[in-house]
DNA sequence: TTGTATGCGTTATCAA
DNA sequence: TTGATAACGCATACAA
């Protein structure tokens, strides 16, 4: 059996109002009636039940979190971040794993819509209408994509993707080969239309294969085509990707990077220990689970926050949104190198 | 605004009750009267709120589940299992992360617990005593971690690492190192002591160095102290570590297996890819987050499930409790080879 | 088969 | 400064 307000109030004698005050408005209560009520909950072992207290404040306490895998080593960080800072301001977290299924993203947010203070959608599969249903339901910020009207904060691969163009061209590099991630996803999009707009400005060559899930075993299939294309130089969506890419070329008996350049994204697997250790792009996924909540919670109480490096704020539909944008950055290491042509090898034979 | 029973009666042109009937025993409604209802009730976008549902039944259709640190690889998988479980029985999950802080933890504990069915505790840091009193409050599953009277599921990584120790020993090893994880950390005694008992058995010495943090950081640290200890081989905690031994190793010019040995323990990273690619005790992480679910489940429909492999029931206090243990095995890989006793090797000069 | 009335645990409003 | 009361959204016992 657990304490009630009511258990409480009588041991405390007083009345339940009173008990309610002690632990929401303690300012209100003569200090000695607060200290009686506090060490009668003690005593008892009494919390307040936030579910019941959410019934008649329209506050629960609680986030409610969306990734599509958290078995994808991309999300663990985003989670952190996110349930970190939420615990700082005392709230509960709902964490769902959607599969990359939006119908079952779908029903994993009815679930807890009603159960939350608002939403942190990553990487969300949801379409653009059923997010701004949902964003007149409730508070909602949006990871790894953009809704015009909706708060965001995106990780800008798009910059570290355009300096791992140029580390291949100034490699001497003339072509790659991109590696994409699953069909529809925003992240996908970001990088691939990133890699192309800068390859066309430095005069490389772009083929696109896939899409692919994002793991191990997709790389390791996708480096037997590299090899096939003969390329010189690979991009891939992420860091599992090129751990199975590495893995296969190895096996194929290709060298890393002296027959073929790979690139990765992400950083957030021990790749350095690869051996090649992988060259890869690299963001803040932490920070941006801290700020995603942080976003939401500066919505609750009115005002947006404003100020911060890379805040743009804009007006659409009639609200203003604010989009966070955390820069990226390209970690050169040994998996990358001159192209074949500048060191006078030529095509892989046997292939 | 969000539709409630009443606005959906309203348009149904029904009373309310029969609104809750329509979702909860529709059985028990003309099936006119029930589509009317539902139909209405989709116009609305009405969905019960299941706060207010837990508040009369005392069923909430929440779990908790609390990890030491969802940035650390082990527990993604095991966090997978369960929700994905959870959803196919249509319950939202709350998950902490604690961050090895016993406090921490029993705050996000308190902040849940009412409005859960059953808790999922991993390699929980509370002590026993707390983790009983919290047992008569709810229903809760331990993992990787064992209470006389509570039911809980463990990874039973003492079989793998007997398996470890054997390994070792075929391959000329007469001693080893074992690289300790958290202090009070459950599996980690249970680890160091399956390793003692086997290397009695088999006539090894074991020393410990630690305890460590079970990070990359921390075997990187802990490298330099297994050369100075001219030992022949290396057992670390987890895979981070032994990923971090690896590479420092690499630095200071010792060769892997030539020169030290070294095993891994969780085999949740993409550990193949490391070079040597690493030995090491794989469990089924995703498998026991399953489990633990299920377990919470049978135990809330009354009997628990028996008969599976592993599981014993045991009496003690006066309930009966469930125990369920998953058998690990050792992956063997490049980075254990022969001793160097025995391919004539001497002990690493300049230290 | 359906409706009425009540209570789940809490807080807000109002009166004292 | 404190207490009585109503209401939050829903499910159930009971009556019809």
New binding site residues.
Partial sequence: M????????EVA?????????A???PE???????EAVLSAATRLG????????G????RTGNLGMVVPDIANPFFPPLVKGATDRASMADLGVFLASSDLDAERELQAVQRMV?QVDGLVLCSTQLDDATVRRLAETTRLVLVNRTIRGIDSVVIDFAGGMRAAVDHLHALGHTSFVYLSGPNGSWSNEQRRQALRAQARKRGLHVSTLGPYLPTYESGVQAADQVLARGASAVIAYDDQMALGVLTRLHERGARVPDDVSVVGCDDVLPVGVARPSLTTVAGPCREVGRMAVELLLAGEAGAGPGGQLGVTSRRTEDRIATEVRQPTQLVVRASTGLAREVVGVGKLSGK
Same sequence: chains 1, 2.
Avoid: E, M
């Avoid at 209100?28 to 607060?34: A, F, G, H």
């Avoid at 009494?46 to 207290?53: D, F, G, I, L, Q």
């Avoid at 019934?55 to 329209?58: A, N, P």
């Fill in positions: 657990v304490a009630t307000v009511h258990q409480v109030a004698g007083v009345s339940t109002s009173t008990v309610s005050r632990f929401g408005r209100l209560l003569n200090p000695q009636t607060r009494y919390t307040p039940n936030r579910a019941a207290r019934l008649v404040t329209g009603k």
